[in-house]
């Protein structure tokens, strides 16, 4: 994937070419090294490069000691709400199916003797009880069983639903990067202290790029429930928004903007945004 | 969205509480409701007041004449668009978007170009299903125009084809069916089907003329008039015509599809595997037979 953007990237003019340049994030081991040394990264035409601390989940104290450079189209785009909120009902409708179900005259179980003679009784004529004037009978223009709700969103819209997430949440202090997830025990007080501490949460999200997370964090995370661990392909709007706090990890960061600057780029976008089809391959 | 987002907005945001699940609008008059309520949802007098005249009047439709012949029908009329829906159609392309494409390294130009390569660019495509039999070359932007191309396109003015002879290029109208535009356009679909290549039919009687003319470019043409109107129309543009003999790109530049060929350097009668990155080529010599051109 990276290589497929890269070599995208090159194809284009040289002007472009900076002004898209990709994230160069330190890696885990020159953090230290280079920390003080290090010239902060270019990111060509772009003004307003977004900053964050890359703080530790190895001490209960923040010892944030170095800056990340983030992409400012992924995680300073302009915040549509209207795009987040479009995703939230369409992240809840396409697994919704509504099972309500009413009965049609045919199905009510009654008996079907006419309730009364046709005259003589000075009441109304009848022929059967499950008619929907009378009580018990069925009803009409009711929910029938089986309804789904599924649709798809347009795909740029999904797309842009994950960078405007993003984007505000950096903004309003909800997103936390951290080195990686490696906890020295499995003690969930500790998480719990931690998160306390550093006016995180409650609630709080920890992204990795890998789905197998480290043990002491799996552990720790199990006994509680109001936080929990997602790996970077099941990064979705509703649960960004569910959780207060979100924690992504150095690895996570470039994962998202890699895949996220793909597809913002692609050649092919009217491929990617075509009507979606049930039969739709990839 | 941008990148150039306004730092005022975001900073807005600061401020405010947090965004949630729970706090989450969408824009105003975004969701239209495109029914007539019926019944107790809005089935009242649908804006047209209450009773007489003006809720029960009904005005008959522009021209009508209470059962007369009506004017515009009295009289025959020549019918500009008659049988337009059975036309080939040429979506254009102008020289300045494929200059742009070159630019942009959209398009490469060290290979020939073809219909193929100009919807893989994901900036123009056509529909064959709509009539559409390839694109025409117009010649907007042809005193811009600078590269130097072997093009194949299936429509081109006089004045296009001046802009790109007088840069050093080759250009070739050729006639595509339906079912080889379907390939074309879309080499992969096809080669996953595990079909042999067609061979690519000739053109249809009304377009025969067009494709074997020299002045046109056509790919029926003969060769020696080709370069016979090659030369007639760079003295009439005032142009020296650059000699393509001298070319370093002499052999990119003289590439030409064979009259029954679909792609450039793929035969018709070849499968090919794109799994296995093999091509099958027919060995029976009644199937070589049928797939001669």
């Known amino acids: ?11 284009l003019p040289f002007t472009f070419t900076a002004s898209c340049r990709l994230s160069t994030l330190p890696t885990l081991e020159n953090i230290e090294s280079t920390e003080i040394e290090e010239p902060p990264l270019i990111y060509g035409g772009y003004t307003n490069v977004r900053q964050a601390w890359v703080s530790n989940l190895d001490t209960t104290k923040d010892n944030s000691s170095a800056i990340i450079d983030l992409h400012p189209q992924v ?5 549509r709400i209207d795009i987040i909120h479009e995703n939230v009902v369409w992240q809840r409708k396409y697994r919704y199916v509504s099972y309500a179900n009413t009965k049609v005259t045919a199905e009510v179980c009654m008996s079907g003797k006419k309730p009364w003679p046709q005259k003589g009784q000075g009441r109304a004529r009848h022929g059967t009880r499950r008619s929907p004037l009378f009580k018990g009978g069925s009803v009409i223009h009711g929910p029938r069983s089986h309804k789904t709700h599924f649709y798809m969103l ?13 984007s505000v949440k950096l903004i309003q202090d909800d997103l936390h990067i951290v080195k990686n997830l490696d906890l020295p025990s499995d003690d969930p007080e500790y998480i719990k202290n931690l998160v306390d501490s550093r006016l995180w949460g409650p609630s709080v999200l920890f992204i990795d790029d890998t789905d197998t997370m480290p043990r002491n ?3 720790a995370l199990n006994e509680i429930k109001h936080m929990n661990l997602m790996p970077v392909y099941g990064l979705n709007v509703y649960s960004m928004l569910k959780y207060e706090t979100l924690v992504l990890t150095v690895a996570a960061v470039k994962k998202i903007q890699e895949r996220l600057l793909y597809q913002l780029h692609r050649p092919d976008c009217n491929y990617a945004n075509r009507k979606f089809q049930l039969n739709q391959q990839n | 969205m941008t990148s150039f987002t306004n730092k005022n907005i975001l900073n807005l945001l600061r401020n405010l509480p947090r965004i949630s699940i729970s706090n989450l609008k969408n824009n105003d008059g975004a969701v239209k409701k495109n029914q007539r309520g019926r019944a107790q949802h ?26 007369n012949n009506p004017f515009y029908m009295r009289f025959p009329r020549e019918q500009y668009y008659k049988d337009h829906h059975t036309k080939r159609q040429y979506p254009p392309l102008s020289l300045n978007s494929l200059q742009k494409m070159i630019d942009l390294n959209r398009i490469d130009i060290t290979k020939p170009i073809d219909l193929s390569v100009l919807c893989n660019t994901g900036l123009y495509s056509i529909k064959p299903e709509d009539k559409h039999f390839g694109v025409n070359l117009i010649d907007e932007g042809a005193d811009m125009f600078k590269a130097k191309i072997n093009i194949e396109v299936q429509w081109a003015s006089e004045s296009t084809i001046a802009a790109i002879e007088r840069n050093g290029g080759v250009i070739t109208t050729s006639f595509f069916d339906v079912n080889s535009l379907y390939i074309l356009i879309n080499p992969k679909k096809f080669f996953q089907r595990g079909e042999a290549i067609p061979r690519r039919m000739i053109p249809p009687e009304d377009a025969i003329l067009y494709y074997s003319s020299a002045a046109n470019r056509g790919y ?20 020296k015509l650059p000699k393509i003999e001298d070319d370093p790109d002499y052999e990119m530049l003289i590439s030409r599809k064979d009259q029954r060929q679909i ?16 091509i099958l080529k027919p060995i029976d010599p009644q199937l070589k037979e049928f797939y001669k051109s």
């Open chain 2, 220 to 239: 029926l043409a003969d060769p020696e008039k080709i370069s016979w109107e090659r030369f007639v129309l760079s003295q009439k543009y005032g142009y």
């Open chain 1, 75 to 79: 995680f300073g785009s302009r915040p």
């Open chain 2, 263 to 278: 792609f450039y350097g793929l035969e018709p009668g070849w499968v090919i595997n794109l799994k296995d990155k093999v």
């Open chain 2, 42 to 67: 809005g089935g009242d007098k649908h804006g047209h007041g209450n009773k007489g005249s003006k809720a029960r009047q009904n005005f008959m439709r522009p021209g009508y004449e209470t059962g």
């Open chain 1, 154 to 166: 347009p795909f740029y819209k999904r797309v842009y639903g994950l960078t405007s997430t993003l």
């Open chain 1, 217 to 219: 964090i799996s552990l």
């Open chain 1, 1 to 11: 994937m990276l290589n497929c953007l890269s070599r995208q990237i090159r194809a």
